[in-house]
């Protein structure tokens, strides 16, 4: 079956690590679905750089958070926080490709 992320997780959402880091944290609906997805590693270092254009030595971690139902993706910034030409000193607005992230899982 073919799920989007968006209808599976309750929170979406991206920040910043640090002036060097952005992180994101997804946070799923449900324990069994989260351990489905976690178990069929959906997301990892290498699905989440082609999905964002980067290249996987830029993703710094892919980490299942099993109290909490969540994924917290690590990644470095292409720009400093605040750094001339940044556009997103919060890195609050970096989580929309994930929303509409569509992948397979029976």
């Avoid at 959402?13 to 351990?35: C, L, M, Q, V, W």
């Avoid at 964002?52 to 993706?73: M, Q, R």
Wanted: proline content about 4%; hydrophobic content about 45%; overall charge negative.
């Amino acid at each position: 079956m073919t799920y989007k992320l968006f209808d599976v997780a309750s929170v979406i959402r991206s920040k910043n690590a640090g002036p060097y880091e952005i992180t994101f944290d997804i946070i799923f609906k449900e324990y069994e679905f989260y351990k489905k997805f976690v178990e069929a590693q959906i997301l990892t270092k290498e699905s989440f750089a082609k999905l964002y254009g980067i290249s996987v030595d830029e993703v710094l971690g892919v980490i299942s958070f099993h109290p909490a139902w969540a994924i917290k993706i690590t990644i470095v910034r292409p720009l400093c926080s605040g750094g001339l030409g940044e556009t997103d000193v919060y890195g609050a607005q970096q989580h929309s490709p994930l929303l509409a992230f569509e992948f397979e899982m029976q």
